[in-house]
C-alpha cells in the first residue's frame, strides 16, 4: 500500500477508532459508530482486530490504547498528512504570487519568475518558463504582486547532508568524531541547519553551528530543500531514518529527486 495510504480504508477506520479511545477512554461504541458512520457491530469488530494486534489494552468496558499503538498512530498519521501534502502540491492552482523584484517593475510589465535561495524573484525583461504581469510597480528589492501567471517556476532543489550522529546508548555526543564532523560541515554549502533531537543539538553547539530548524525538523528541511536551500541535518540514527525516509517519500510522490550523503561521525 506504499503511497496509496488513503486507500487502505479498513485501517484507516481502525486508527479513526483507536484515536477515538486515545482521546476519550470513556467514549461508548454506540458514539464511535455515530461519528465514523458504521454500526455499532462493526466498531466491536474493528476493536477485538485492534486488541488481537495489541494496539488496545482488553479486559474492560472501555479499551485503552497501547504504547504500540499510541506509537502506530502517531506514524500513520504523519505518513498520511505527507501524502496529502504531496497531493495538494500536485493540484495547487495558483493565480497570483508575490516576489522580490530583482529591478525597478512597473505596473503591467511582463515578468519572469525564478526561485533563488528559497525566494521567488521578479525578473523584468527577462524570459523563464514561468512568466507573470506586475499588478503594481516596485523598487528593487520590494516586494510585488504578480498576477496572470503562465508555466512553472524555474528551480533547482536544495542538496541535503545528513551528519549521523551516534545514539545514546553508543556514546551520543562525546563519541564523535570532531575532526571530521567540522570537515564535513565546511565543505557544504551555506544554508539551512536542522537538528533531528537533542543529540544533534548538542554537537550543532560545539561545532558552533546555530540551529535554524529546530521544530518540526524534518518537514520544516523538505519544505526548504523543495525551495532550492540547502540544508545540513544533524541527528542520531532513529532522526536519520525519519529524515532519509520523509525525502523517499517526497521522491515517490512529487517525482522530486533531492540528492543527499550521509556522513557517518562517530567513533
Known amino acids: 500500500m506504499k503511497g496509496y495510504l488513503l486507500r487502505d480504508l479498513k485501517r484507516n477506520t481502525e486508527l479513526l477508532i483507536l484515536a477515538e479511545f486515545l482521546r476519550n477512554q470513556s467514549v461508548k461504541r454506540k458514539d464511535i459508530a455515530d461519528r465514523l458512520g458504521v454500526t455499532e ?10 486488541v488481537d494486534e495489541s494496539l488496545l489494552i482488553s479486559g474492560q468496558d472501555n479499551p485503552k490504547p497501547t504504547k504500540k499503538g499510541v506509537q502506530l498512530l502517531q506514524e500513520r498519521f504523519f505518513q498520511l498528512n505527507d501524502e496529502i501534502k504531496g ?8 493565480d497570483t504570487c508575490v516576489a522580490i523584484a530583482s529591478a525597478p517593475i512597473k505596473a503591467k510589465e511582463r515578468v519572469g519568475l525564478v526561485m533563488k535561495a528559497g525566494r521567488l524573484v521578479a525578473m523584468p525583461g527577462k524570459g523563464s518558463e514561468s512568466m507573470g504581469t506586475a499588478r503594481s510597480e516596485a523598487k528593487a528589492g520590494e516586494e510585488v504582486l504578480i498576477g496572470n501567471l503562465e508555466g512553472v517556476v524555474e ?12 545514539s545514546e546508548g553508543s556514546g551520543g555526543s562525546r563519541s564523535i568524531d570532531i575532526s571530521l564532523a567540522s570537515k564535513t560541515v565546511k565543505s557544504s ?4 541547519v536542522a537538528v533531528g533531537d ?3 543539538e548538542v554537537v550543532a553547539n560545539r561545532l558552533r ?15 526548504a530543500l523543495s525551495k532550492g536551500v540547502d540544508v545540513l ?19 515517490d510522490q512529487t517525482g522530486y529527486s533531492i540528492h543527499y550523503r550521509i556522513v557517518d561521525v562517530g567513533t
Open 209 to 223: 553551528l546555530k540551529p535554524t530548524l529546530v521544530h518540526a525538523p524534518v518537514e520544516a528541511s523538505l519544505n
Open 198 to 200: 537533542i543529540i544533534g
Open 41 to 50: 457491530q462493526a466498531v466491536s469488530q474493528y476493536v477485538s482486530n485492534l
Open 189 to 192: 554549502s551555506d544554508g539551512e
Open 155 to 166: 528551480m533547482e532543489l536544495g542538496s541535503l547532508v545528513v551528519l549521523q550522529l551516534p
Open 87 to 94: 497531493i495538494l502540491r500536485q493540484i495547487q492552482v495558483i
Open 233 to 251: 541535518f544533524l541527528g542520531a540514527h532513529e532522526s536519520i531514518e525519519e529524515m532519509v525516509r520523509a525525502v523517499e517519500r517526497l521522491k
